[in-house]
């Protein structure tokens, strides 16, 4: 009959009047054999035969054209499921935005998918994984081939990148590969011969219109044949609807042919309609059902059972009970597509999201900075940016490409903006390589020196250098830095092995010097000037053998030179020399402690005491230039001679300072 022509199979489980859809279908099938069994009675001679007339007549052509695609739609469904079995069970895996999850995250899922579920349950997901994953590795792989074109020095190394993450998405997407091919080869080799079992069941429903035959026989052939079908097992989707309405076809024939009693066809007929109208009202609930996916479900399940394990109704009812049905079926349909149409909504909202994500990539491809530091803010922007594409959803489909298409030529365009800048400055990198090469060559010569006074500055010299020195390539950036460091590290290491020692001298140092501060103590003057400064001098010179003390307790060099001091006053020494053989034992102090940065100290104080007192003197001889010009010669004379006499106290001054300069600047240490 037509009624069945265009619908479909299989559900997962929903209840129906207390029983799940399954139930419901046994039971049906139950209490069909039993009645067909129990209430046929002898063929009583009927003219009337049961003829296939379409449910849909009182429809006008568009409405029956509307609701009879969607029938289409869930036979062709069902036809699939029917074929492989393992189709229902699909929508019970949650669908994931897997476009917003990381790489690593993707593989997990998909390991976890292929390890615990069936294989074409989860077609959808491991496809939409793959897609996920394939659009962030391959944009991975371009930021990885522009970072080695930029970096790279050897036009003839090619480039290579390998990936953990990629090597196990391939392992995991093989097993499932392998998996699936192992299923349909499985499936395949059982359709055929299942559809040729099938087809011969309907040969033999033919035959079974013979008027010679004992009807007893042939209700039991009948009956076996219908026991037969009903264990056949699966046959391809294509041939699904077609053979089933072959089945059916020829059950409705042998029905006619029989000439049942009118009784127990119009309980059978009774039955039937019983049946389908509890499946209506199954349905008139479903259309309340919050999850429409699964009430839709449930639906295709209940045009499986209307069409493969309920009969026909009495002529009268069919089309209006058929109507019904389908009217039902239409409402479900256009409550999913308004479903559907809000996602779309969702979908449009996403576009327009990454859309204006692009339009900021593009945006951020033409500033201009001229700053390293500025472009990694540059490239955090457009990083943020990318993690907001990937997070922003799914969009429509038939634009998904072309979206994903304009996303990768707009980060491109950066990358390519940036290069350009790096570009600029890989000729300033190979610079500053070349200067950090001769530096790690300079300190690998010096690494070995046991001059410790002349070498520790000037490796000390070569790593400030170092810090002055910009970016090298990456390329070559630890291996220099490895180098340069090990050199450094073998020359202080030794340095501070000969400190260890040295400390024992320092230590003994003091002592002498501290005994020999009591023996100063008690030294006095003789009066002749020539005898005591001789005797301070070689006071000085014994000091200075003695030696360098340790660093904490170098207090005792100011005691020294406040002894010093004392004597000084005391001899009739001319200021300038008292001042400059002071400077002298200072400054021979700092120079043995090798204290570089108070040395420097010192001769930039000079430098600017020089200066000062300069300007002092080119002060004070114009002003003596103002007062020669004055009328009162009185006053000029007296102001005048006060003038010249600080003229010759700054010059004496001056050569104070200059001769410290000189002495210090003979030190060799500037």
Known sequence: MLEEKNDSLSLQE?????????????????????????????????????????ESAILNQDEESEKQNVIDAIAETNAEES?????????????????????????????????????????????????????????????????????????????????????????????????????????????????????????????????????????????????????????????????????????????????????????DFKYNLEQKQKIIARVEELLNEADINKAFRELQDLHRIWKEDIGPVSREYRDEIWNQFSELTKKMHDKRELMFEKLRGTEIENLEKKKEIIAKIEVLATEKVNAHS??????????????????????????NEATWLAFKTAVRNFNSFKNSFYKDIKKDQNENLNKKIALVKKAKELQE?????????????????WKKIGHVPRKYSDKIWNEFREACNHYFDKLKEHKSVENVEEVEAFDKKKAYLETLREFQLTGDHKTDLDAIKLHIETWKNFGKVPFPRRHIEGKFNKILDALFEKLSLSKKDTEMMRFANRMENLSESNDTRKLDNEKIFLMRKIEEVQN???????????????????????????????????????????????????????
């Open 83 to 267: 074929e492989d079995e393992t189709l229902k069970e699909r929508h019970d895996i949650p669908m994931l935005n897997y476009e917003a999850l990381p790489m690593d995250e993707l593989v997990n899922e998909l390991k976890n998918l292929v390890t615990n579920e069936k294989v074409m349950s989860i077609k959808e997901h491991v496809e939409e994984i793959k897609k996920a994953f394939l659009a962030k590795y391959n944009h991975l792989i371009e930021e990885k081939r522009e970072e080695f074109n930029h970096e790279n020095q050897d036009p003839n190394e090619e480039f290579q990148y390998h990936s953990p993450l990629k090597t196990k998405f391939d392992q995991y997407y093989t097993i499932y590969k392998d998996n699936k091919n192992t299923h349909f080869k499985s499936l395949q080799s059982n359709l055929k011969s299942n559809l040729e079992v099938r087809l011969a069941i309907v040969e033999e429903l033919k035959e079974l219109i013979n008027p010679q035959a004992n009807i007893k026989d042939t209700l039991n052939h009948f009956n076996e044949l219908r026991e037969r079908w009903k264990n056949a097992g699966a046959i391809p989707k294509d041939k699904y609807n077609h053979v089933w309405n072959n089945y059916h076809f020829h059950v409705e024939n042998f029905y006619d042919y029989l000439h049942l009693d009118r009784e127990a066809r119009d309980i």
């Open 374 to 399: 500025q472009w990694l803010t540059q490239i955090e922007k457009v990083e943020a940016l990318r993690s907001e594409f990937f997070a922003a959803g799914k969009v429509p489909a038939d634009v």
């Open 14 to 54: 929903n209840e129906i009047d207390g029983k799940t859809a399954n139930e419901l279908q046994e039971t049906i099938q139950s209490e069909m054999n039993a009645t067909i069994e129990n209430e046929i009675s002898s063929p009583v001679a009927e003219e009337n035969t049961v003829n296939p007339i379409s």
């Open 449 to 465: 020196s046991v001059d410790f006074a002349s070498t520790t500055p000037i490796m000390k010299q070569i790593q400030e250098d």
């Open 616 to 670: 002092e003197i080119f002060q004070l001889e114009n002003n003596i230039q103002f007062f020669a010009n004055t009328k009162n010669s009185k006053k000029e004379n007296s102001i005048v001679l006060e003038v010249r006499k600080n003229i010759a106290i700054h010059k004496e001054s001056l050569d104070v300072w200059k001769e410290k300069l000189k002495q210090l600047r003979n030190l060799n240490l500037d």
